[in-house]
């Protein structure tokens, strides 16, 4: 399948971000656009090893060459540095593992066994509730300085990683530890209908601050990993199933909401039995799982409730003055002269180039075929065009999506703006259901395919 105009468009998009991370951050964790220089989170080379299989995908074969010698020379774990196991997980171990799939080069395996075995530390807690940190060099773990709990979306958002691992390396550790996380947590008291607290505690492995529920931050990928790891298991492990059909009905029954004037279909957050009509657009995950959940032959009024919520994360971006979203909205419930449906407070108006929107009208195109999905992707593409793109090369994060004459540039360019946003719009744009085939790929929480075990 040839590739199309919007798709040599994305391509367009990543060389001018990766001309940036090149030129000024090569081997890196993060771009500094403006400031033509970087950041540092691990010092891993985060953009580089969360770019590898976009660069794939994309057909960049120079800048995946590039990229791999970097990998081959450069990249060392042997260090003395803390990393959130969860980031690293998902983006590293992820990303590696998929560049291994992709490409059959099993200098990335090795990598991935590597970075694999320095974060089971992480693992020795009194609960075998993992703890959010890990000195990948003296093989020491800790939680974060003030608290002993661990984020419930971080310690159930590892497991396709480390289970493809196991299977990979014949180890079994890799999968034992994980598994022993979600069996603990499908027993677990304090849930409501399926929706989960946002913290648990590493040495009781109970759930804390009970009573406050959200898709958002903290909690979101619980959701989707229930899923997924069903769906890379072969659909066997009914336990996952279960609590994700449990979920979805909680979240119909105590978090969706229609705002006024346009009755937007939306996901709240739930505080003590109090509603609050706030929804981060980390939710926007949501209707591509939902999705993905309807193509496995779950329910199909998920297709139908997926199809209301990314017409809402659309109007997240459409209606606001730069066609970008906002990292959180508050929706109005009642209708008032001249107010839309969403409200910005102004802590909240930033936008950090992230994924979720596109992911989902990537799923939505894959299993309606409607190409309105295809046509909103390209207007948020255009938008961050517009308002994120540095000249001198590379995307930037912005503090106003409110203000086009100067949505104030934050400086930074996410490393899951190559890994996961362009990927999923490139994906978006293509016609070609074998450029990453559903029913052969489960997509990790940062966009990095791997095989479902036993295919459909
Ligand atoms: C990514 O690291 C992943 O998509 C994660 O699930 C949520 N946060 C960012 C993107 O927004």
Redesign the pocket.
């Given at each position: 399948v040839p590739i199309n105009e919007r798709q040599l468009a994305v391509i367009e998009a990543f060389r001018h971000a990766w001309r940036g991370y090149k030129d000024f951050a090569w081997g890196h964790d993060e771009l500094k656009p403006l400031s033509k220089s970087y950041s540092e989170w691990f010092g891993l080379g985060l953009t580089l090893i969360d770019a590898l299989d976009t660069m794939w995908i994309l057909g960049l074969k120079e800048e995946f060459e590039e990229a791999r010698k970097w990998v081959a020379n450069d990249l060392v774990f042997d260090k003395n540095v803390d990393v959130n196991l969860f980031?690293s997980t998902?983006?590293i171990l992820g990303g590696l593992l998929s560049t291994y799939h992709l490409s059959g080069d099993s200098l990335f395996l090795e990598k991935a066994k590597d970075i694999g075995n320095r974060l089971m530390p992480a693992f020795k807690t009194p609960s075998k509730i993992p703890y959010s940190d890990v000195n990948i060099g003296r093989g020491t773990a800790h939680p974060p300085r003030w608290t002993s709990d661990s984020t419930v979306?971080e310690v159930t958002?590892i497991q396709l990683e480390f289970r493809e691992l196991s299977r990979l390396t014949g180890d079994e550790k890799f999968q034992k530890a994980v598994d022993e996380v979600m069996k603990h947590v499908h027993t677990l008291s304090g849930k409501n209908d399926g929706l989960v607290p946002m913290f648990i505690n590493t040495n009781s492995g109970q759930f804390t601050h009970l009573g406050v529920y959200t898709l958002g931050a903290r909690a979101?990928?619980y959701y989707?990993y229930l899923l997924k790891q069903w769906i890379q298991g072969g659909k066997k492990e009914n336990e996952l199933l279960e609590d994700y059909m449990r979920a979805i009905e909680g979240v119909k029954k105590h978090l969706l909401q229609r705002s006024a004037p346009k009755k937007l279909t939306f996901v709240g957050e739930l505080a003590h039995g109090h509603f609050s009509a706030k929804m981060d657009?980390?939710v926007c995950?949501l209707p591509g799982t939902l999705a993905l959940g309807a193509h496995n032959g779950l329910a199909a009024d998920h297709m139908k409730l997926a199809e209301a919520l990314i017409e809402t994360c659309y109007q997240m971006y459409a209606q606001v003055e730069t066609g970008l979203s906002p990292e959180i909205v508050h929706f109005n419930l009642h209708a008032q002269k001249g107010h839309k449906d969403v409200e910005i407070k102004p802590a909240d108006r930033h936008n950090?180039l992230?994924?979720?929107t596109v992911?989902s009208l990537f799923y939505m195109y894959r299993f309606t075929g409607d190409k309105k999905y295809q046509d909103w992707g390209w207007e948020i593409l255009q938008n961050f065009n517009k308002y994120t793109r540095v000249p001198t090369g590379g995307y930037t994060s912005i503090n106003n999506v409110q203000n086009p004459s100067n949505p104030e540039p934050r400086d930074k360019m996410?490393?899951?703006f190559l890994?996961?946003t362009l990927k999923y719009m490139f994906l978006l744009f293509s016609d070609d259901i074998d450029l990453i085939n559903l029913d052969k790929y489960v997509f990790n929480?940062?966009?990095h395919p791997l095989p479902i075990w036993v295919p459909a």
């Open positions: 980031e998902i983006r979306a958002s979101d990928s989707e657009h980390l995950f950090l992230r994924p979720e992911e996410e490393s899951f890994g996961e929480t940062e966009a």
